[in-house]
Each structure stands twice: as C-alpha cells, then as structure tokens.
C-alpha cells in the first residue's frame, strides 16, 4: 500500500520551521494556518489615525488650537529691503504737489513755536535761549521748510523745499516746481526759519493773536524778524522717532 505524500503546507519552509520547534504537530498546523495561510493581504496601508473617539477628539480640539493661533497671530513686519521692493515709502504722483504740504509745513512752525515757547502770555517770549534752542535737535521735522547751504555736491546748494520724509541718512523734500529730492545729511548744513507771531493790535488786546499761516513775511518794520537755524547734517544722522528721546550734550565739532 502507498504511503500518502505529504501535503503542500508540511513543504512549506515556515511549517517546517514550526515543526522543529513546536513539540506537537498539531500546534505546528494549527499556528501555519492562522499566522500564515490565513494572514490578511492588505492592498492599501492601514489607517494611522486611532479609532478610540477620546483621542480622535483630542487631535480635533489640538487642530482647531492651532488654527485659531495661526490666524490671530500677528504677520511678520517687513525688512528694509522689502520695503524698498514694494516702495512702501514713495510719493504717488498725484501726491507730488507742494500746494498739498502747505498747510503741513503751517502746523509744523505752529509745533515750533510751542516748543521755543514764542509768542505773547503768561511763559511765553520773543527771544530764544541756548536751552530753548537744543530743544530743536529732538523736534520732528516733518513739514520743516528747509534749504541747503552746504552740501559736498554743489548741485544741492540752494535746494529748498517741504520735508516730507525725515529718515536716518537723508531729508526727502518736496520743492515749489513739485519735484521730490533726496538730500544726504552727511556733510550738509540745512538752513530755516522760524517767525515770531505778531502781537495782537494794542486797540484790540482782547482778539487772538495770528497764527503762522496768516504771518506775512516783513510786513511792516514793526514785525520782527524771523529767528534762523542751521542744522548741520553730520550731527543730525538718526530718525525722528529717535532723537525725541534721545538727550543731546553740547560739544564741539572738529569739522566746523
């Protein structure tokens, strides 16, 4: 009588390493057919998220934190040399007119005189300290009147305008032909004027005194004369914002 040939699965390499080390055959199939024969063929990879519900539900909460914290964050501020790229700072063409930075540069010698506290009433004078004068070198300049009577460029002497950008380096000015400059400090002295209000007439003690943009300029010989300043560029070297609190100290100046 034939001996029964054994199957395919006592072939198989796997059955055969179980054999070896289960002591009973029985255990030997029994483990083949459900570890091995028996394994499921997964086409696609398995799904990472859990399926216990606490903790898809915490992922959930953890995700909508996060969106949340994205979108009230504040943006990142943009670097000089983007601003420079997108022209944050330039003048729109239709904003080229000095007409439009007259009345700024009125407020702006308005600002002045508070600050040199001229005029008439109770603190006020019609001349100027030294201490009086230092408060103009932490005073903004945006809306100053200004002319260069020194510069290392011969082209620049004489250039007058409306101060429409008071940056570390240079004055951005606007001129009366509505043409905007860019003037280096360096090696520069600027030059304005500050007028000095009008008293009100002696017949009319009770009415306001005028305001810097009804000042004629030497109207009569009664009218004084308006204070001027000259502001040397070299020293001048930082942004507004800086030099209002910034404490200057008198010293003299070697390239004078």
Known sequence: MDQPRPSADHDHIAHQLLSSVLPSAEDADRIFAEKVKQKPLF????????????????????????????????PKPLSAKEKRTLNVYALDAP???YSIYEPLHRMWLGYAQELLMLGEGPGKQTTVSAQAAAKLTSADFHGALIEVVRARSGTRVGLKGIVVQDTKFTFQIITPKDEVKVIPKEHAIFRFEIPIPIPPPSGNESGPTSSPASVPVQADQNQPRPLVFELHGNQFQNRAVDRANKKFKQHSLDDL
């Open 95 to 97: 904003l080229r007119k």
């Open 43 to 74: 086409l696609r990879p398995a799904e990472t998220e859990l399926a216990d519900a606490r903790e898809r539900r915490r992922r959930e909460r953890l995700n909508r934190k996060h969106h949340f914290r994205m979108t009230r964050q504040k």
